[in-house]
């Protein structure tokens, strides 16, 4: 196996304080991130970006799309220029390595397919476990040469001539959809990429900021979207709206920890992304929303949250694509609700950066909340939450933080074995917690 760089491990403890108080500048979107880089890249000419996420998953990709031969300028504090290859990548010398990011590697997987590049692409431990003929599958049918073994990483691209096809999703997954897509941009012919669930539709947006033409409509519960090609992008200018997942976590923290006030600026309130925050609102929460404009082409808004009584949930399955990587700190949410709550319909969680629908049962279990897996749902009986215990975050960011979020507000301190890990999406996330009052120590 191919390994790549791990960061060292690093403890940390949150215990009970005082309430939060204070305002967060929401950190940038990870996936609109991912795609500006992504996208500047293939396009002809310049793109500006501000605001650009700087974790670890969005610089694996940077570093990438870099390698490939777009030219990416770093002007300082999140502000970059992208010169792009007009749509034609020059084979990488040495393998791609994305790390622990998901999205940066199954939408790099299309868009070297579509731009004619030849790459080796690897990642982390927890990258290689994650099945990727996902996206391989589609794309060999549209002629792409991919090789791996067992649809794992390492993959291997060679530039092969490419059709475009009419393909359902089979999983309701917005990177499969959006390597799709990218690698439509250099196929002949025209591609239709059909969801019964509506997914996170930053690709299709940004597309079209890029001028491609693009059509969305919508079918039943999901969308059907074609793009004819090739088409070759228009390099364009992206601010980066704030990430509603990143600023999850200081939300459940001020609605469970008694006396908080908190806000969150500039967060994205696209619908596909902002399940939580109206769950949270159905179970209770006091939640005030200012619109504060455009970014990128997405809503945005500024978010007030006051410390709330939050009542249990039974949350249908339909509503999981807007919600999927907020369930672990939800359920956080569900611990300290009155009332069991059911999460319905989780099978995708055990695909995420670790099982996470094992790693969030045993958060909870460990820190002595009742709470079982049944089939593909969470049961939570909630209340006051005795805390106390050692999580073992197993490589994933959202489980770290979702576990120190508990912290904050349980009858006793707890503990993650690593933290190191949450640099990989939000790398501001334990200066922004403390800013606000919360009591969060890391051991080096
Ligand atoms: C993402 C899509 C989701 C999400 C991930 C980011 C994206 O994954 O979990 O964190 O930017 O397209 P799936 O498409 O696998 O559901």
Known sequence: MIRTHQPARREAVSRPGKPLQGCVNTPGDKSVSHRALILGALAQGQTRITGLLESDDVLATLDAVSRLGARVERLGGGQYVV?????????AKDALDFGNSG????????????????????????????????????LEQMGAHCRSTEARLP?????????????????????????????????????????DRATRDHTETMLRLFGADISVEAGGEGRIIRLNGPQIL????????GDPSS???????????????????????????????????????????????????????NFGLRYSTLNAIDLEPDIAPSLIDEY????????????????????????KES????????????????AHIEGDDLVIEGGTVRGGGSVRSLGDHRIAMSALVMGLAAREAVTVDDISMIATSYPAFIDDMTALGAMIRVHP
């Not at 691209?157 to 250099?186: E, F």
């Not at 228009?234 to 709206?241: E, L, N, S, Y």
């Not at 992304?273 to 404009?293: D, F, H, N, Q, W």
């Not at 099982?355 to 009742?370: K, M, S």
Request: proline letters at 6%; hydrophobic letters at 45%.
């Open 355 to 370: 099982d996470r629908l094992a790693a969030t049962h045993a958060l909870l279990a460990v820190n002595g909340v009742e």
């Open 328 to 351: 672990p700190v939800l359920a956080v949410a569900c611990a300290f609700a009155r009332g069991r709550s059911r999460l319905r319909g989780l099978a995708e969680l055990r695909a």
């Open 234 to 241: 228009t390099g364009c200018q992206i601010d980066v709206p």
């Open 83 to 91: 010169q792009g290859t007009g749509g034609r990548f020059r084979p």
């Open 247 to 301: 600023a999850a976590f200081a939300a459940v923290a001020a609605l469970i920890t008694p006396g908080s006030d908190v806000t969150l600026k500039q967060v994205m309130i696209n619908p596909s992304r902002t399940g939580l925050y109206k769950v949270l609102e159905r179970m209770g929460a006091s939640i005030a929303v200012t619109p504060a404009g455009e970014a990128a082409g997405e809503s945005i808004a």
């Open 103 to 138: 999205t940066g590697v199954r939408l790099m997987m299309g868009a070297i397919a579509g731009a004619g590049g030849q790459a080796l692409l690897v990642g982390d431990d927890s990258l290689s476990s994650r099945p990727m003929g996902r996206v391989t599958i589609p």
């Open 155 to 195: 993959v291997e691209i060679q530039p092969a001539p490419l059709t475009g096809i009419d393909y359902r999703l089979p999983v309701a997954s917005a990177q499969v959809k959006s390597a799709i897509l990218l690698t439509a941009l250099g196929a002949s012919g025209e591609t239709v990429v059909r969801e």
